[in-house]
T-cell receptor
Framework: EDQVTQSPEALRLQEGESSSLNCSYT??????LFWYRQDPGKGPEFLFT?????EEKEKERLKATLTKKESFLHITAPKPEDSATYLC???????????WGAGTKLIIKP | NAGVTQTPKFQVLKTGQSMTLQCAQD?????MYWYRQDPGMGLRLIYY???????DKGEVPNGYNVSRLNKREFSLRLESAAPSQTSVYFC????????????FGQGTRLTVV
């Protein structure tokens, strides 16, 4: 069964304290892996798509990486405005439907 | 450029009542989706429309119906609301069903009492 698990459920960091969020997946053939950011009371907002193991993408303080079993979202020197829930989703080769993780709630304290 | 617009933002229904959630996008996207989001769970796909004139069931379609009215609009109907349908509903659109980013509306928070 295709599945996505995100860890930790919640992460509290001090401003400037770098860390990583994990997205583990099992899927019968990966078409792509997506990262989204969701602010309270709003819909998810697209961040990255990763297609194959070894691929990396960066945007400001965020960098996403992909292996054959998991993806990491690295946050370098975060600021309070990076506080949000980060969602991971995968799309299988056999099916266009996205399978979503439950998300990691990131809180950055000033 | 509004993106994806959903109405209403909040709704309280009594068990057995019906309602329609409206969604419109102005990006000329082919594909549109309805998701529900519940605490501690990932987004779950209710229905989708790969292109104008087509609709298909997603992971959790029971108790819902949809209409792709035209390329811009995709509505979700609850015929007889149940407490289990209390959730936050999101409409989304994308250029197509393959690897393109999806744009989400702000959500509808629905409570069924």
């Amino acid at each position: 069964e295709d599945q996505v698990t995100q860890s930790p459920e919640a992460l509290r960091l001090q401003e400037g304290e770098s860390s990583s969020l994990n997205c583990s997946y099992t899927v019968s053939g990966l078409r792509g892996l997506f990262w989204y950011r969701q602010d309270p009371g709003k819909g998810p907002e697209f961040l990255f798509t990763l297609y194959s193991a070894g691929e990396e993408k960066e945007k400001e303080r965020l960098k996403a990486t992909l292996t054959k079993k998991e993806s990491f979202l690295h946050i370098t020197a975060p600021k309070p405005e990076d506080s949000a829930t980060y969602l991971c989703a995968v799309q299988a080769v056999s099916n266009y439907q996205l399978i979503w993780g439950a998300g990691t709630k990131l809180i950055i304290k000033p | 450029n509004a993106g994806v617009t959903q109405t209403p933002k909040f709704q309280v229904l009594k068990t057995g009542q019906s309602m329609t959630l409206q969604c419109a996008q102005d990006m000329n996207h082919n594909s549109m989706y309805w998701y529900r989001q519940d605490p501690g769970m990932g987004l779950r796909l209710i229905y989708y429309s790969a292109s104008e004139g087509t609709t298909d069931k997603g992971e959790v379609p029971n108790g819902y119906n949809v209409s792709r009215l035209n390329k811009r609009e995709f509505s979700l109907r609850l015929e007889s609301a149940a407490p289990s349908q209390t959730s936050v509903y999101f409409c989304a659109s994308s250029e197509n069903r393959e690897l393109t980013e999806a744009f989400f509306g702000q959500g509808t928070r629905l409570t069924v009492v």
